[in-house]
């Protein structure tokens, strides 16, 4: 069965620093991979998906993720933080062909101080 | 264009009651999916509809039930409810027929539900 790990469930940067999220997955079959960002008290958004083609995928908000599948990794990154980053992250996989459902890790909090 | 909408946005219930969640998919989304995210998790998939007839079920018992009506929008039926029902409910939409290609989901807001 597919899970999503995700490492570290808060990570605290300073504005302008480098933002890097983790996201480790484990699937039968190749996978679809997202990243969704959910701020206090909504629903979630999509930052980027990984589906087929070219592995490094640019997002929205000026987030990328790198499709690793020798180290079946989905890494979230940013190069430069800013204060409206701070938000819970989740990163989910895919490989139901029947129903799109999404598998989500437990997700990491991003704090950024100014 | 519309976008997923839920109601209500909170909800407080007692233990062994029932409760009916209402999601309107996005403007011409044919597929509902709802998730249950208890605090501090993330989502975990519960059931989706398509085309009003359900089409995948995650690991919740039977109390859990769902309708998708013929404008597309669903609820969600929650019967005996339990503590750990507590939670958000979100519900998400998609255009496309699940068995295709990926469809991307579009979420809602979500409803707070809070057993006591």
């Known amino acids: 069965a597919q899970s999503v790990t995700q490492l570290g469930s808060h990570v605290s940067v300073s504005e302008g620093a480098l933002v890097l999220l983790r996201c480790n997955y484990s699937s039968s079959v190749p996978p679809y991979l997202f990243w969704y960002v959910q701020y206090p008290n909504q629903g979630l958004q999509l930052l980027l998906k990984?589906?087929?083609?070219?592995?490094l995928v640019k997002g929205i908000n000026g987030f990328e993720a790198e499709f690793k599948k020798s180290e079946t990794s989905f890494h979230l990154t940013k190069p430069s933080a800013h204060m409206s980053d701070a938000a819970e992250y989740f990163c989910?996989?895919?490989?139901?062909?029947?129903?799109?459902?999404?598998?989500f890790g437990t997700g990491t909090r991003l704090q950024v101080f100014p | 264009e519309t976008g997923v909408t839920q109601s209500p946005t909170h909800l407080i219930k007692t233990r062994g009651q029932q409760v009916t969640l209402r999601c309107s998919s996005q403007s011409g989304h044919n597929t509902v999916s709802w998730y249950q995210q208890a605090l501090g998790q993330g989502p975990q998939f519960i059931f989706q509809?398509?085309?009003?007839?359900?089409?995948g079920r995650g690991n919740f018992p039977p109390r859990f039930s769902g309708l998708q009506f013929p404008n597309y929008s669903s609820e969600l039926n929650v019967n005996a409810l339990e503590l750990d029902d507590s939670a958000l409910y979100l519900c998400?939409?998609?255009?496309?027929?699940?068995?295709?290609?990926?469809?991307?989901?579009?979420f809602g807001p979500g409803t707070r539900l809070t057993v006591l």
């Open positions: 990984y589906t087929t083609g070219a592995t």
């Open positions: 998400a939409s998609s255009l496309g027929q699940p068995t295709t290609t990926y469809n991307e989901q579009f």
């Open positions: 509809y398509y085309r009003e007839e359900e089409n």
């Open positions: 989910a996989v895919s490989d139901d062909q029947n129903t799109d459902k999404l598998i």
